[in-house]
């Protein structure tokens, strides 16, 4: 049996009072990150074991971690790719420069890396705006690198030329 109090009830239209509902959710949940689903099976385990954890801090509240864990996310894809250079931020030049990231996606996913220095350096937490828009940054970073690569070879295999 539940039990509770009148500041668990509210009034509806009618002025009749009705219970309210919280509904906790577990694990927790953030909108409008974690659309791979199915999808993270083509990323490379690292990175998707970096991933898993990253949307698990920022569906958590862990705002530092979320921050740290993007940037160690973006550069297991740095590293993945070969991209050369001694920072991160030499990478991310790099992968540009070789057309494995646009320009402006480069210069997006330099705004991303500053978030985790920031986390991990000056120990700061970012808005969860900030949070969940990087975090939508980097998903669709691995479904234009690694997924939708392997999706288009699923669904119109090399015929041979003629």
């Known amino acids: 049996m539940a ?27 953030m909108e409008g990150v974690g659309r791979l689903g ?3 099976w083509w990323l490379p385990p690292s990175l998707k074991a970096i991933y898993d954890e990253s949307l698990k801090a920022l569906s958590g509240g ?11 996310l973006l550069e297991g894809v740095c590293k993945e790719k070969q991209a ?6 030499l990478q991310i030049e790099d992968l540009a420069s070789r057309g494995i990231l646009n320009p402006q996606n480069a210069k997006i996913l330099h705004k991303v890396r500053a978030l985790g220095n920031e986390a991990a350096h000056e120990l700061t937490a970012q808005k969860a705006s900030q949070l969940g828009l990087a975090m939508n940054i980097l998903e669709h ?10 999706l288009y070879e699923q669904e119109f295999p090399a ?3 003629p």
């Not at 862990?62 to 864990?69: E, R, Y």
């Not at 050369?84 to 931020?89: F, M, Q, R, S, Y």
Request: proline residues 10%.
């Open 3 to 29: 039990s509770g109090d009148s500041e668990d009830c509210d009034y509806d239209d009618d002025g009749q009072l009705q219970p309210s509902v919280i509904e906790n959710l577990f694990p927790p949940r």
């Open 38 to 40: 199915l999808d993270l």
């Open 62 to 72: 862990l705002p530092v971690l979320a921050a740290i864990g993007m940037r160690a």
């Open 84 to 89: 050369e250079g001694k920072t991160l931020h």
């Open 141 to 150: 970073l691995l479904k234009d690198v690694y997924i939708n690569p392997r």
């Open 159 to 161: 015929t041979p030329t």
